[in-house]
């Protein structure tokens, strides 16, 4: 009998920018609302849940509940200027786990696909999931400040492995029976990896912050931030094959406002 696995999309919250920052159009991105309405984006901020044969899996974190309350102590005045931010009520991964009855110990693993603030806020509320993963390039160069919200929280910094899919076929098969993948999609920043899993009726890739929607690898344009312009779009290009074929249920963005709360 054929094994898959079953992913659920979670919004957990909302963040405005200039759309300079999800789409690169300048050298240098201005702060959230400086350009005029036209210019900016609300997007959902996502995470995702993964049930496996073998265990339970949250992909990124989403924004901590303390925004709510305290923003600019939990972000730091530089970030706050650059984005908003908007946590309803009941949409922190923590309480959208609990509305499954599930609890970060019934968390066998939690995948970062990068250390962008809106990945990684809120990792606390994870606290007690039985592994903590990210790859080892995005790991060796982590931004000091961030080190906050890793308080209470040990990593396990994967190598990278041989693997049958990515840009760089590198990346890791996370229970080794070939139904999640981790794939090393560099560019975006150093050790950004998309997720690819089989479910019910093909493959299911999770692109994270390749691109930011389903234009950024129909039309190749980029994120606004980048740290390797070329890997950026090598990364993209994968995505852009990989969308096309016959066998790809999906391919989501984590920001893409047109991607609603599902399960595949």
């Not at 209470?152 to 899919?165: D, K, R, V």
């Not at 760089?168 to 229970?175: A, E, H, P, R």
């Not at 690898?217 to 950026?232: C, F, R, S, Y």
Request: proline residues 5%; negative net charge; aromatic residues 10%.
């Amino acid at each position: 009998m054929e094994k898959f696995v079953k992913v659920h999309v979670m919004h957990t919250g909302d963040v405005k920018y200039d759309r300079a920052l999800a789409f690169k159009e300048l050298d240098v991105i201005p702060p959230v609302n400086q350009r005029g309405e036209e210019y900016q984006e609300l997007v959902p901020v996502s995470c995702y849940l993964i049930e496996h044969p073998n265990g339970r899996i949250v992909v990124d974190a989403g924004w901590h509940e303390d925004i709510r309350t305290q923003p600019k102590e939990h972000f730091g005045e530089d970030l706050n200027q650059f984005i908003e931010y908007r946590l309803p009520e009941g949409r922190s991964v923590r309480e959208q786990l609990a509305s499954k009855n599930i609890t970060p110990q019934d968390i066998d693993a939690v995948v970062m696909t990068h250390q962008d603030e809106d990945h990684i806020s809120g990792l606390q509320h994870l606290i007690g999931a039985k592994r903590f993963l990210v790859s080892e390039p995005e790991w060796r160069n982590c931004a000091n400040f961030k080190e906050k919200w890793y308080k209470g929280i040990s990593f396990e910094a994967f190598e990278l492995e041989s693997i049958p899919f990515g840009p760089y076929n590198l990346g890791k098969d996370l229970f080794g029976d070939g139904l999640i993948y981790l794939v090393f999609t560099p560019g975006h920043t150093d050790g950004h990896v998309s997720v690819l899993a089989r479910v019910e009726k093909g493959w299911l890739l999770l692109v994270s912050d390749v691109g930011y929607a389903e234009k950024s690898w129909k039309e190749l344009i980029l994120p606004g931030n980048t740290v390797d312009e070329q890997q950026a779009l090598e990364s993209l290009q994968w995505v852009q094959y990989f969308s096309q074929r016959s066998d790809c249920v999906a391919a989501i963005a984590n920001h893409d406002p047109s991607v609603r709360p599902v399960s595949y």
